[in-house]
């Protein structure tokens, strides 16, 4: 809600003068009215959004870890990745009640967590799109170089790689700590919002704004090609040796991994792109409708993007057999056994080879 203000103040702030530009009379009166629509937007919608991606998220990345770390000594290398991307998920969903609470009364938890929920949120970010290329990665050695991988491949390996993985996105995220301050922001309402934002620091912290949406793009693109490079080579492999209904599961998945990371987070870059232009005046707004719309756009193509922490354990673990037979014996154990009785696969699978990067095992996870 306080936001509005502050980016219609903005917009006016790049015109010489406000009256250089003349707003028509209905665009005048949305410019200076919005802040109820906006309240509606941030208090019920983001609220409701970011509550259902929370619950559904925390379901299905706890059942995931629960399930690794029953064998913890077992996993296999991509379970490790698994197991890495399953809590960077469900730590930066631990951050969203806060988000919920925000949109509704500002922000009211004090300095100290405002500086830790955006150290979190940002940390648990990156990694999660660096493990999604690393998973991607490490399905490419297992397939396209299966042989010549498994030197590379080893426990000890992944498990230092996803260690320097966490050091430098928290070396990365820590200037969050630095600029992050709750300050009040005045609006048309009797008291002004608390706001928890960029603040500490002047045109530092501006700068810090600006350096860490590039750093966002950074974290979207370069997975994305990675992926779809690695992804693409697992392809052209599996079609080049001899179909069967696994490997062409095996293709689907991967082409279906792809897309949805595509299909959620593009939206929210390219959006937020935009905005970063605007803001270093290499494009302008043609009215102050367009610079307002931004805001709710931004917002939602967010939402849209975070929802990929509900739909990474679906793709990466409950579409395997193994991991659903395990899933399903869990709830055995805690009285479901009726239920899940008849789902109990009794053969464990066939052919599951003892090292996991030969060509004969198409299962991407």
């Not at 003068?17 to 937007?41: A, K, L, M, R």
């Not at 919002?193 to 974290?219: M, P, T």
């Not at 991991?323 to 009726?338: A, D």
């Amino acid at each position: 809600m306080a936001a509005t203000f502050t980016l219609t103040n903005y917009y006016l702030e790049g015109l010489e003068n406000e009256t250089d530009y003349v707003y028509p009379t209905d665009e005048s009166s949305y410019c200076y009215s919005e802040e109820s629509v906006q309240w509606i937007f941030y208090g019920v919608f983001q609220g409701l959004l970011y509550s259902l991606i929370f619950l559904l998220g925390v379901a299905g990345n706890g059942l995931m870890i629960t399930v690794l770390l029953r064998r913890w000594r077992l996993l296999r290398i991509a379970e490790i990745y698994l197991l890495h991307l399953a809590l960077a998920d469900l730590l930066l969903l631990f951050t969203f009640p806060f988000d919920v609470i925000e949109s509704a009364t500002g922000w009211v938890f004090g300095n100290f967590l405002c500086k830790l929920m955006g150290l979190g949120k940002h940390l648990n970010l990156l990694c999660g799109s660096l493990l999604l290329a690393c998973i991607g990665f490490d399905r490419y050695l297992a397939i396209v170089h299966a042989i010549n991988s498994m030197q590379s491949r080893r426990r000890r390996t992944v498990h230092l790689t996803c260690t320097l993985l966490w050091l430098v996105c928290l070396s990365l995220s820590v200037p969050n700590v630095v600029f992050l301050t709750v300050t009040e922001e005045a609006t048309n309402t009797s008291s002004p919002v608390l706001s928890c934002f960029f603040n500490q620091y002047g045109i530092h912290a501006n700068n810090w704004d600006l350096a860490i949406r590039v750093l966002d793009h950074v974290c979207f693109f370069l997975p994305l090609a990675v992926m779809s490079y690695c992804y693409t080579a697992v392809i052209v492999t599996l079609l080049k040796s001899q179909k069967s209904q696994a490997k062409q599961g095996a293709i689907r998945l991967a082409l279906l991994i792809t897309l949805i990371f595509c299909f959620c987070w593009l939206p929210y870059n390219v959006t937020l792109l935009i905005k970063t232009m605007a803001d270093l005046k290499l494009i302008k707004y043609k009215s102050c409708y367009s610079y307002l719309l931004l805001q709710p756009v931004l917002n939602v193509t967010k939402g849209l993007g975070f929802s990929h922490c509900c739909l990474n354990p679906i793709l990466y673990a409950f579409v395997g057999v193994r991991f659903r037979n395990e899933l399903i014996q869990i709830f055995c154990k805690l009285g479901c056994s009726r239920v899940c009785m008849p789902f109990i696969r009794t053969r464990v699978h066939s052919r599951s080879s003892n090292s996991e990067g030969t060509t004969t095992s198409v299962v991407l996870i």
